[in-house]
C-alpha cells in the first residue's frame, strides 16, 4: 500500500490467496490489483509481461508455490532478462504445517540464489519485513521475498533493522556464533537467552539477505569463533548452512559449521509449526541442547 501510493507502477497479483490480507490494496487499487487463479505460472508470467511493459508487479503466494509452480518463468524471464519482478512467498519452513507436504516452504530459498541475478531477502520477523520492502522495492531486477506468516512474533533487539547484504548482530558473547534465517530466528534468539543461563554466551547473526550474500560479514563473524551453528527452516543443502559452509572452505577458516535444518525427506505426519520445528530440532530446547553438545566438542 505504501509503495503502491509512491508509485504507480505498483501491481500486486496474487494465486487465488491472500483473502483477509490483500483486500485493502485491491479496494484502493483494484485496476492495480490482478488474481490470477490457481495458476502461479501465469502469475509470474503476466508479471514478466507487466514489467517488461514498465510496471513493478509483486506476486503474492505461499512460499513453496510463489517459488516452485513458476519457476522456469522466473528464470527465463524474470533472471534473464533482469526483470524488476517481485516474488513473494509467504509462509516458509512449515509455517503452513497443518495444511500438509505440500505446503512446507523448505527449498525456496536455495533455489532462487543459485540465480545470480535474483536478490533473495529473507527477513526474521514482521517488523524487518517492513524495513526490507522499504530498502528495497525499488532495486533493478528481480526480488525473492519470503516472509513469515506470524504479524506478531518479534525477535528480540532486533527492531526492524535491516541493510541490504549485511548480517545483524545481536549479542557479544565470545563462546558460540548462531547464525539463522527467517522467521526461526525467534527461537534461536529464545535460545541463547536459555544458554546464557547455564553460562554459555552466544553471539547471534541474523542473516536476512542471502542474495548477494553478505560474505564480508560472515567472514568476519566465523573468524571469531571455534564453532558456528546455523538454523533454518529449510532444507540442509542450499540454504544458509550451505552458505557459511561455503563461506568457511573458500576463506579457509578455522570454525566448525553444524547446520540446524529440516532435513530429509518429509513424512506422512503433519501438524503446527511448533510441532515440526520440534520434530525437526529446530524449537528453542532443541537447539539449547545442540550448542551445548557442540560446545563441548568444541572445547575436546
Known amino acids: 500500500m505504501e509503495v503502491a501510493a509512491?508509485?504507480?507502477?505498483?501491481?500486486?497479483?496474487?494465486?487465488?490467496?491472500?483473502?483477509?490480507?490483500?483486500?485493502?490494496?485491491?479496494?484502493?487499487?483494484?485496476?492495480?490489483?490482478?488474481?490470477?487463479?490457481?495458476?502461479?505460472?501465469?502469475?509470474?508470467?503476466?508479471?514478466?509481461?507487466?514489467?517488461?511493459?514498465?510496471?513493478?508487479?509483486?506476486?503474492?503466494?505461499?512460499?513453496?508455490?510463489?517459488?516452485?509452480r513458476g519457476y522456469e518463468f522466473i528464470r527465463n524471464a524474470a533472471a534473464l532478462h533482469r526483470l524488476p519482478v517481485r516474488i513473494v512467498g509467504v509462509g516458509g519452513g512449515f509455517e503452513y504445517g497443518s495444511a500438509g507436504l505440500s505446503h512446507y516452504g523448505l527449498e525456496d530459498v536455495g533455489l532462487m540464489r543459485i540465480?545470480?541475478?535474483?536478490?533473495?531477502?529473507?527477513?526474521?520477523?514482521?517488523?524487518?519485513?517492513?524495513?526490507?520492502?522499504?530498502?528495497?522495492?525499488?532495486?533493478?531486477?528481480?526480488?525473492?521475498?519470503?516472509?513469515?506468516?506470524?504479524?506478531?512474533?518479534?525477535?528480540?533487539?532486533?527492531?526492524?533493522?535491516?541493510?541490504?547484504?549485511?548480517?545483524?548482530?545481536?549479542?557479544?558473547?565470545?563462546?558460540?556464533?548462531?547464525?539463522?534465517?527467517?522467521?526461526?530466528?525467534?527461537?534461536?534468539?529464545?535460545?541463547?537467552e536459555k544458554l546464557l543461563a547455564r553460562g554459555l554466551r552466544s553471539t547471534l547473526g541474523i542473516v536476512s539477505t542471502v542474495n548477494p550474500p553478505?560474505?564480508?560479514?560472515?567472514?568476519?563473524?566465523?573468524?571469531?569463533?571455534?564453532v558456528a551453528i546455523t538454523v533454518e527452516a529449510h532444507q540442509l543443502n542450499g540454504g544458509l548452512g550451505s552458505l557459511a559452509c561455503e563461506v568457511v572452505a573458500e576463506n579457509a577458516i578455522?570454525?566448525?559449521?553444524?547446520?540446524?535444518?529440516?532435513?530429509?525427506?518429509?513424512?506422512?505426519v503433519t501438524g503446527s509449526e511448533n510441532f515440526l520445528n520440534r520434530r525437526h530440532g529446530l524449537d528453542c530446547d532443541s537447539?539449547?541442547?545442540t550448542a551445548i553438545n557442540a560446545n563441548a566438542g568444541s572445547l575436546a
Open 287 to 289: 537447539l539449547v541442547a
Open 214 to 226: 553478505p560474505i564480508d560479514d560472515l567472514v568476519r563473524l566465523l573468524s571469531q569463533f571455534p
Open 115 to 192: 540465480q545470480p541475478n535474483i536478490t533473495v531477502v529473507v527477513p526474521a520477523d514482521h517488523r524487518q519485513t517492513l524495513t526490507a520492502v522499504r530498502t528495497t522495492w525499488d532495486l533493478p531486477g528481480p526480488v525473492y521475498y519470503r516472509i513469515g506468516k506470524d504479524d506478531r512474533r518479534e525477535v528480540p533487539g532486533l527492531e526492524g533493522r535491516f541493510e541490504l547484504g549485511r548480517v545483524d548482530v545481536l549479542g557479544s558473547g565470545a563462546d558460540l556464533l548462531f547464525l539463522s534465517m527467517g522467521a526461526v530466528s525467534a527461537e534461536v534468539a529464545a535460545a541463547a
Open 254 to 268: 578455522r570454525c566448525k559449521v553444524v547446520r540446524v535444518s529440516a532435513a530429509g525427506s518429509p513424512s506422512g
Open 6 to 68: 509512491r508509485d504507480a507502477r505498483v501491481v500486486l497479483l496474487t494465486g487465488d490467496l491472500g483473502f483477509m490480507a490483500l483486500e485493502p490494496f485491491s479496494d484502493a487499487y483494484p485496476d492495480r490489483f490482478i488474481n490470477v487463479g490457481v495458476a502461479e505460472q501465469n502469475m509470474v508470467g503476466v508479471a514478466c509481461g507487466l514489467a517488461d511493459a514498465g510496471y513493478l508487479p509483486f506476486c503474492y503466494s505461499i512460499a513453496t508455490f510463489a517459488s516452485m
